[in-house]
């Protein structure tokens, strides 16, 4: 896609008034191939002197016809032999073998003879327009072809979290009526057996592991290709693409109905914005391995990205160390899809490994002057300095072969830049990896919103934000703080088959996040915590536990934290340890494996936290400023209930779940 200037973009689709179009950026061109897109600044609003609205005029020309399930075939039309995926080492396949790594590529021409021969097969099973298939797995190649499939055959996908537990996975099943569903184990499919009788819609199940999509492909051999073109030719951008459940941590699952419209609005204005990553082309290919859970609609919006720019995009389907390093080795992507929690983790361990090789004075150094030097970009950005002086690039690169291009090798070694959302990565953190040479574009979303609403802008990153509109989406601050979003990419509406359908979720245009946050005079948008899980102490003094929570949780001995406080005396925090951090701490101290419960306890360890603590209290009033602490024996995880499959935090069930610890706080 070429870039779009403001000029081109329909009169209907550019904010008047307030909202004009300002500060346009001249493009620069890279070679014969590729011109940077001009760069539109907010647009803002102001309300008694505060700042309650920016908007960005899209960046890309809307799509009024045909849907997602065009683009393998776009692809493979305009573009045949250009390698557009690549499958992990013993994926089989068509393809050929990039060599060290043992990845294997697939074109353009042959990821749409894949997915044109599932689809015939799923037509040939019996499945019709709309009907709704489910899938469950982790981040495989499979799940890409299933999902552009489906869409060819003009069905509607509807992710399951494989780590969701029977309840979980029987209700999404139920709710959405699915027809068929697609697991990748045989084990996923044995734990739903019982679950069978209770879900009669539910008339195929297809399990990865044992080639059933192989063999859907040919079912469906005999099935002429018209049939696809049939189905794919009745869709169009108001279509239903997929039914994505959110997780849940306020009460049950909501089906968020998103549009293959919506898709479009969100994949085509980032891919426009975020060019360095899906449209320069420069000596090294791009490339994007995803490891993220497909599941959640932050992966399904970027695997849709790169296929729609033609990014090599790969799938690793685990985040255990000794699984996912090998992956990256041998992808080698120059750009990653990241939470902070991911983030935080690489620090600590880089940090880990420099201690026990006696060398964390060292790297204490070294970070300290890769988050000036991300400090001194930041400035320059923002016009508040003049960026990195002389001595700081000198520092700079004495530490990047010691230290940085370390942590860079860990990631692949070609890693430029970072997609990160979920939750605010944190002011040090991002002037860190700026100063790494890692680029962070942090961004802002719902389920509801197909994944970002706020973006960093590339060259313009204003560290402890999460950056300014997406294109084509409007940003409004409610009277009581809480976020209000508008755009071509905002849902249809939640699935209610009780109510026929689809029930809108948008109110006057505007969806209600129920996040709260901030605008600053140049659009820039601030998390601050969300809306119900705001603090009111007994005293009055209201407390947003997020930012509280994301400081503590970057301490490498916390794996997570839960502040407390709501209509309580004062502020008290919940933590659990990091196995990893608990057992480099003892190792560097001397100190002998004990039980968890025993290790609660340990005096040295709670003046450890204690000081941790005591750094986030400078950062507070008295009144929010944390009293007391406890160390839980075990740490939150997924199967237990305790943390969403996005890391977010189950608040009820922890509350229910150590009643007896959070009343000990009170005593």
């Known amino acids: 896609m070429s870039a779009v200037p403001p000029s081109a973009v329909p009169p209907s689709s550019v904010p008047s008034g307030p909202f004009a179009p300002s500060a346009v950026h001249s493009t620069t061109a890279r070679g014969d191939a590729f011109a940077e897109p001009?760069?539109?600044?907010?647009?803002?609003?102001?309300?008694?002197?505060?700042?309650?609205?920016?908007?960005?005029?899209?960046?890309?020309k809307p799509v009024r016809h045909g849907s997602l399930a065009d683009l393998p075939f776009d692809n493979a039309n305009a573009a045949p032999h250009t390698v557009v995926l690549s499958r992990r080492p013993g994926g089989g396949g068509s393809g050929r073998d990039r060599g060290s790594g043992g990845w294997t590529d697939v074109?353009?021409?042959?990821?749409?003879?894949q997915v044109l021969a599932v689809a015939k097969g799923l037509i040939a099973e019996g499945l019709t327009p709309g009907d709704r298939i489910a899938v469950m797995a982790r981040t495989v190649y499979e799940w890409t072809v299933l999902d552009f499939a489906a869409w060819a055959a003009g069905l509607v996908t509807v992710p399951v979290y494989p780590t969701s537990s029977v309840y979980q996975a029987r209700w999404i099943l139920q709710d959405s009526g699915a027809v068929a569903l697609v697991t990748e184990t045989v084990a996923q499919a044995a734990a739903l057996g019982p679950e069978l009788a209770h879900l009669p819609d539910l008339r195929h199940v297809w399990v990865v592991e044992k080639g059933h999509v192989e063999r859907l492909a040919e079912a469906g051999t005999r099935l002429p290709d018209q049939e696809v073109e049939v189905r794919r030719g009745v869709l169009g951008p108001d279509t239903l693409a997929t039914l994505v459940y959110t997780s849940g941590t306020t009460g049950r699952p909501k089906g968020c109905a998103l549009t293959h419209g919506n898709f479009f609005a969100e994949v085509d204005n980032a891919?426009?914005?975020l060019y360095p990553i899906f449209k320069a082309r420069t000596s090294e290919e791009a490339s994007v391995l995803l490891f993220l859970p497909m599941s959640h609609v932050f992966g399904r919006m970027v695997a849709v990205a790169c296929v729609r720019a033609r990014v090599r995009l790969g799938h690793a389907p685990s985040l255990k160390p000794e699984e996912l390093l090998p992956d990256l080795a041998g992808f080698r992507p120059t750009c990653l899809l990241a939470i902070p929690y991911m983030l935080e983790k690489i620090y600590n361990t880089a940090r880990a490994r420099a201690e026990s090789g006696g060398r964390a004075a060292a790297f204490d150094r070294a970070a300290s002057v890769a988050r000036r030097y991300g400090e001194a970009v930041d400035a320059r950005h923002t016009g508040t300095g003049p960026g990195p002086s002389g001595s700081q690039k000198v520092a700079r690169a004495f530490y990047d072969p010691l230290v940085y291009r370390r942590i860079r090798n860990a990631m692949g070694g070609r890693v430029r830049y970072a997609i990160c959302g979920g939750s605010p990565l944190g002011r040090d953190l991002s002037a860190f990896y700026t100063g790494v040479g890692i680029e962070i574009f942090e961004g802002y979303g719902l389920t509801e919103t197909t994944a970002a609403s706020t973006v960093t802008p590339p060259l313009r990153p204003r560290l402890g934000t999460v950056g300014w509109p997406l294109p084509g989406t409007r940003i409004r601050i409610a009277a009581d703080g809480e976020i209000l979003v508008a755009g071509e990419h905002v849902?249809?509406?939640?699935?209610?088959?009780?109510?026929?359908?689809?029930?809108?979720?948008a109110r006057d245009g505007?969806?209600?996040?129920?996040?709260?946050?901030?605008?600053?005079?140049?659009?820039?948008?601030?998390i601050t915590g969300r809306k119900k899980e705001m603090l009111i102490t007994a005293g009055g003094k209201s407390v947003a536990p997020a930012p509280l929570e994301n400081w503590l949780r970057s301490h490498p001995l916390i794996s997570q934290c839960m502040i407390l406080g709501d209509r309580r005396p004062y502020v008290s925090a919940l933590i659990t340890l990091d196995p990893d951090g608990?057992?480099?701490?003892?190792?560097?101290?001397?100190?002998?494996?004990?039980?968890?419960?025993?290790?609660?306890?340990?005096?040295?360890?709670?003046?450890v936290l204690q000081r941790a603590i005591d750094e986030a209290n400078k950062m507070l009033s008295r009144p929010e400023s944390i009293r007391r602490f406890t160390v839980l024996p075990f740490g939150f995880r997924e199967d237990t209930g305790h943390l969403t499959p996005s890391m977010k935090l189950r608040r009820d069930a922890i509350l229910?779940?150590?009643?007896?610890?959070?009343?000990g706080l009170y005593e």
């Open 38 to 60: 001009a760069l539109v600044e907010p647009e803002t609003r102001r309300l008694d002197g505060v700042v309650r609205e920016a908007a960005v005029p899209p960046l890309a």
């Open 107 to 113: 074109t353009a021409a042959e990821f749409a003879a």
């Open 271 to 273: 891919v426009e914005l």
């Open 491 to 505: 849902l249809r509406g939640y699935w209610d088959p009780r109510a026929g359908g689809v029930v809108p979720a």
């Open 510 to 526: 505007w969806l209600a996040t129920g996040d709260i946050g901030e605008l600053d005079d140049e659009g820039y948008l601030t």
């Open 582 to 607: 608990i057992t480099h701490w003892r190792r560097m101290n001397g100190r002998h494996p004990v039980p968890a419960e025993l290790l609660v306890d340990d005096e040295e360890l709670r003046a």
């Open 656 to 663: 229910r779940d150590f009643a007896e610890e959070v009343e």
